[in-house]
């Protein structure tokens, strides 16, 4: 019998982003998300998908920007969803609103190489 292992985005907060993101050595996925924003309900479960997706080969998180107003304004966060996309500890791009998961995968990809 075969454990299935659920992978889920990890849930990223002030006190870990360092850790998760900072220090990552593969390409990191951050969606900044809100419990009332309609689009981010959308994007959702794509992250999701793509956190499984990439398992192993990158690191794929969600920030709630209302739990955590330090990293939020770091990045100068004021439109959800915002997705960055980490690689080295930087910035490398970013995505803002609501797109299909494919635009989401190929930010992603370009960071893998």
Known sequence: MKIKKTVM????????????????????????????CGPCRMVGPVVEEIAKEYDGKAVVGKVNVDNNPQISMQFGIRNIPALLYFKDGQVVDKQVGAVPKSILADKLNKQLV
């Open 9 to 36: 985005a990890l849930e990223i907060t002030d006190a870990n982003f360092e850790e998760l993101v900072l220090k990552s050595d593969k390409p990191v996925l951050v969606d900044f998300w809100a419990e009332w």
